[in-house]
T-cell receptor
Framework: DGGITQSPKYLFRKEGQNVTLSCEQN?????MYWYRQDPGQGLRLIYY???????QKGDIAEGYSVSREKKESFPLTVTSAQKNPTAFYLC??????????????FGEGSRLTVL | GQQLNQNPQSMFIQEGEDVSMNCTSS?????WLWYKQDPGEGPVLLIA?????ELTSNGRLTAQFGITRKDSFLNISASIPSDVGIYFC???????????FGKGTSLLVTP
């Protein structure tokens, strides 16, 4: 089945440690996104990538980094510079270019807790 | 991007009642989408709207793209317990690429 796979689903980390969240899609989508979700805050855009080897900062990129070396993969690293990293992280993908309807397909999310 | 103004923030209703929620933006959008999120899961698309005035249904759900292009509405008729979840509106500006999201409407339905 086509879809987006995020791992791990739950992750605990100590303060000062970097952690990388995985996101893989087999939908053949060009565009991929990372959102952060906090209770009652909706979804806020961290980074997005329209094509391989290219990505742009979203609204809350500070303390995060990404890479897009393959079309299928868009990992997110939460660095020690992120002041409040405990959150639910959602990866999404979409068709790009003239066929872009705006619709995002989401993964099941990764919940990060900093102890 | 802007965060959309979504109301109400939460609703607590009885099974069988109808539900209405809305979303407004400060700029004109060319796309409005409505998503539902179950606890601990990613959002799933319910309805997509692409033209001002468009009215689209998906089962008991009906959504409208406002005439001003700055708002959208979602109605759920005859609610059932599995309608429980968080409903998000999302929209995209003509010149934009990524979606802007509302803060969500949390819906609780009692049998």
């Amino acid at each position: 089945d086509g879809g987006i796979t995020q791992s791990p689903k739950y992750l605990f980390r100590k303060e000062g440690q970097n952690v990388t969240l995985s996101c893989e899609q087999n939908l053949n989508h060009d565009a991929m996104y990372w959102y952060r979700q906090d209770p009652g805050q909706g979804l806020r855009l961290i980074y997005y990538s329209q094509i391989v080897n290219d990505f742009q900062k979203g609204d809350i990129a500070e303390g995060y980094s990404v890479s897009r070396e393959k079309k299928e993969s868009f990992p997110l690293t939460v660095t020690s510079a992120q002041k409040n990293p405990t959150a639910f992280y959602l990866c999404a993908s979409s068709i790009s270019g003239v066929m872009n309807t705006g619709e995002l397909f989401f993964g099941e999310g990764s919940r990060l807790t900093v102890l | 991007g802007q965060q959309l103004n979504q109301n109400p923030q939460s609703m607590f209703i009885q099974e069988g009642e109808d539900v209405s929620m809305n979303c407004t933006s400060s700029s004109i959008f060319n796309t409005w989408l409505w998503y539902k999120q179950d606890p601990g899961e990613g959002p799933v698309l319910l309805i997509a709207l692409y033209k001002a005035g468009e009215l689209t249904s998906n089962g008991r759900l009906t959504a409208q793209f406002g005439i001003t292009r700055k708002d959208s509405f979602l109605n759920i008729s005859a609610s059932i317990p599995s309608d429980v979840g968080i409903y998000f509106c999302a929209g995209r500006e003509n010149s934009g690429y990524a979606l802007n999201f509302g803060k969500g409407t949390s819906l609780l339905v009692t049998p």
